[in-house]
């Protein structure tokens, strides 16, 4: 059973361009999150989704970033006219079932570098 | 801000000595989880204790739970070189995962 796939593991793009970052989570789970790491410092939480319904987006930020799990293919989180301070490692993870126990498998992450 | 907070936020040790990093957090939890970080890497899930676990074991690592104190505390023991890691505490469940700050850790061969 793979685990959570992200890719590209490393993107890179200039100011202004746009950023799309895919995560696959693991077979037989239908619950993703996305969570950002600035550098020497923890992940924050930014959106929690199920095929095709975002539950939860309260750590996204207002404009230009937004994410999508469709019922086909991987959760998708697109980041608008990026700026330098976008830069950061991007993780996904998943879990199967609705559960306050359940643990999170989390995927190697993009690292997102702006120029 | 965030739930909780690592104490301390590094710690170098030699090899074969035991690690203890700490976790504050503010609200009440259903749980508390233990994640692993290495450089560059993505997150490893260790260990996970319920509200109404005052200790759990796992191999080499032990942590205790205080609810009274918001607070838990991970014990490497018997560090070794491959231990190098961040450590960060989360609490939270299905919805969402609050992760501390991090405890980086060193063990020096």
């Known amino acids: 059973n793979a685990g959570v796939m992200q890719n590209p593991r490393h993107l890179v793009r200039r100011r202004g361009q746009e950023a799309r970052l895919r995560c696959s989570p693991m077979?037989?789970?239908?619950?993703v999150y996305w969570y950002r790491q600035l550098p020497e410092e923890g992940l924050k939480f930014m959106v929690y989704?199920?095929?095709?319904?975002?539950?939860?987006e309260s750590g996204m930020p207002k404009e230009r970033f937004s994410a999508e799990f469709p019922k086909e293919g991987p959760s998708i989180l697109r980041i608008q006219q990026v700026v330098r301070g976008d830069s950061a490692a991007y993780f996904c993870?998943?879990?199967?079932?609705?559960?306050?126990?359940?643990?999170?498998?989390f995927g190697p992450g993009t690292r997102l570098t702006v120029l | 801000s965030q739930q909780g907070e690592e104490d301390p936020q590094a710690l170098s040790i030699q090899e074969g000595e035991n690690a203890t990093m700490n976790c504050s957090y503010k609200?009440?939890?259903?749980?508390l989880q233990w994640y692993r970080q290495n450089s560059g890497r993505g997150l490893v899930h260790l260990i996970l204790?319920?509200?109404?676990?005052r200790e759990k074991h796992s191999g080499r690592l032990r942590v205790t739970l205080d609810t009274s104190k918001k607070s838990s505390s991970l014990l490497i023991t018997a560090s070794r070189a491959a231990d190098t890691a961040s450590y960060f505490c989360?609490?939270?469940?299905?919805?969402?995962?609050?992760f501390g700050t991090g405890t980086k850790l060193q063990v020096i061969p």
């Open positions: 077979k037989g789970h239908s619950h």
């Open positions: 989360a609490t939270g469940g299905y919805q969402k995962v609050t």
């Open positions: 204790i319920r509200s109404n676990e």
């Open positions: 989704l199920q095929k095709e319904n975002i539950i939860d």
């Open positions: 609200t009440s939890i259903n749980n």
């Open positions: 993870a998943s879990s199967p079932l609705r559960d306050q126990n359940n643990e999170q498998f």
